[in-house]
């Protein structure tokens, strides 16, 4: 496996919130030099809904010698306004790219529910109940024809300006084709729903000929989480949306046990990169003594801490930083330190 990545959010507005209020270039850089050198990664994909957030974590990114994955995230867009988007994205990607960074365009993630128009309703919030409901084979018919021909309309639009390889996060809904892409992107996460079929769905996708790519996958910080996974979020709130399910257990070793399980396939199939979802949520903050404990329905590998957290420098792993690693934060060091040394290796004669 040759690109050993984490997903790394700048901020985005889903479900009514800011998945990243704040936003300091010094954090930004000190998290990507943890990314770089202490958890072995190679590549990261800059992911967020402002153009001018993406340009400086991908630019910290490249300093740091990672791969950038330049990944804008229009959510609830329409067709019409993603467009002039994504073509702008491409050309700031592009300048990062002639600056000497290696550089991969995303061009969108999960349109089908993220983007507006294609599945019913006018947010994520009501569009994501679709899928439970009665109507989900009506609403899903013809999704994959309409995905196609606007991802079509993105790719003429960016490769004049965009010298670099473009690709696209897909779900298994978006039904993808990938013959304008260079690289196979794929959001993979497994559940009780795939599981069983989950190595012969990601075989399938390197009969296309091209590198397959896993631009996201992980699982919530629950008990039981990674038989969800990428609902186990959905799964951890009440129909609010808002409020924590009180019958949750937090269990940080379920997000290594469904590490520990994938990674090997990974590998073994012979996956170009992995970019594990993902390294900090802006909105999860974990209380251990009193609170919702919100960190239980994220995916990071790092637990955000309450600003009068109480916890002395000493006994910090990172005392500057508003968070402290998980166990998968761990996990995923040795993975990638493992990795790369067997990357680095001689070959034997």
Same mark, same amino acid.
């Given at each position: 496996?040759?690109?050993?990545?984490?997903?790394?959010?700048?901020?985005?507005?889903?479900?009514?919130?800011?998945?990243?209020?704040?936003?300091?270039?010094?954090?930004?850089?000190?998290?990507?030099?943890?990314?770089?050198?202490?958890?072995?990664?190679?590549?990261?994909?800059?992911?967020?809904?402002?153009?001018?957030?993406i340009?400086?974590?991908?630019?910290?990114?490249?300093?740091?010698?990672?791969?950038?994955?330049?990944?804008?995230?229009?959510?609830?867009?329409?067709?019409?306004?993603?467009?002039?988007?994504?073509?702008?994205?491409?050309?700031?990607?592009?300048?990062?790219?002639?600056?000497?960074?290696d550089?991969?365009l995303?061009? $969108? +993630?999960?349109?089908?529910?993220? *983007?507006?128009? =294609?599945?019913?309703?006018?947010?994520?919030? %009501?569009?994501? &109940?679709?899928?439970?409901?009665?109507?989900?084979?009506?609403?899903?018919?013809?999704?994959?024809?309409?995905?196609?021909?606007?991802?079509g309309e993105?790719?003429?639009?960016?490769?004049?300006?965009?010298?670099?390889?473009?690709?696209?996060?897909?779900?298994?809904?978006?039904?993808?084709?990938?013959?304008?892409?260079?690289?196979?992107?794929?959001?993979?996460?497994r559940?009780?729903?795939?599981?069983?079929?989950y190595?012969?769905?990601?075989?399938?996708?390197?009969?296309?000929?091209?590198?397959?790519?896993?631009?996201?996958? $992980? +699982?919530?910080?629950?008990?039981? *989480?990674?038989? =969800?996974?990428?609902?186990?979020?959905?799964? %951890?709130?009440? &129909?609010?949306?808002?409020?924590?399910?009180?019958?949750?257990?937090?269990?940080?070793?379920?997000?290594?046990?469904?590490?520990?399980?994938?990674?090997?396939?990974?590998?073994?199939?012979?996956?170009?990169?992995?970019?594990?979802?993902?390294?900090?949520?802006g909105?999860?903050?974990?209380?251990?003594?009193?609170?919702?404990?919100?960190?239980?329905?994220?995916?990071?590998?790092?637990?955000?801490?309450?600003?009068?957290?109480?916890?002395?420098?000493?006994?910090?792993?990172?005392?500057?930083?508003?968070?402290?690693?998980?166990?998968?934060?761990?996990?995923?060091?040795?993975?990638?330190?493992?990795?790369?040394?067997?990357s680095?290796?001689?070959?034997?004669?």
């Open positions: 496996m040759r690109g050993r990545g984490i997903h790394y959010d700048t901020g985005m507005h889903v479900l009514g919130k800011h998945s990243r209020p704040s936003f300091d270039p010094r954090v930004v850089e000190r998290e990507i030099r943890v990314i770089s050198e202490d958890l072995h990664c190679n590549a990261i994909r800059v992911i967020g809904d402002d153009p001018d957030r340009d400086v974590a991908a630019r910290c990114a490249a300093a740091a010698g990672l791969q950038v994955w330049y990944s804008p995230f229009p959510c609830e867009m329409t067709d019409e306004q993603m467009l002039p988007y994504f073509a702008d994205c491409a050309e700031r990607a592009e300048r990062l790219r002639l600056d000497g960074a550089v991969i995303v061009t $969108g +993630c999960e349109l089908s529910l993220f *983007a507006r128009g =294609y599945l019913p309703g006018d947010t994520f919030a %009501a569009r994501i &109940p679709v899928l439970a409901g009665p109507d989900r084979e009506s609403a899903l018919q013809g999704i994959p024809d309409r995905v196609n021909a606007f991802l993105v790719v003429d639009a960016v490769r004049p300006v965009f010298g670099g390889p473009v690709t696209y996060a897909s779900n298994p809904l978006d039904g993808v084709d990938w013959s304008p892409f260079d690289i196979v992107g794929l959001d993979a996460f559940g009780l729903r795939n599981a069983a079929t190595r012969d769905d990601l075989r399938r996708e390197f009969a296309h000929g091209k590198p397959v790519a896993v631009l996201e996958v $992980g +699982c919530c910080t629950f008990r039981g *989480a990674g038989d =969800y996974g990428g609902a186990g979020w959905y799964v %951890a709130m009440e &129909p609010d949306g808002v409020t924590l399910k009180s019958d949750l257990v937090r269990d940080e070793g379920e997000q290594v046990r469904y590490m520990d399980d994938l990674m090997p396939v990974f590998e073994e199939e012979g996956v170009d990169a992995v970019f594990w979802f993902s390294f900090t949520d909105r999860a903050t974990h209380r251990p003594d009193g609170g919702p404990d919100l960190d239980m329905a994220s995916y990071s590998i790092v637990k955000l801490l309450d600003e009068d957290h109480g916890i002395p420098a000493s006994s910090r792993s990172y005392p500057d930083m508003r968070w402290e690693p998980k166990e998968a934060f761990h996990a995923l060091a040795g993975h990638y330190k493992t990795l790369a040394a067997s680095a290796a001689p070959a034997a004669k």
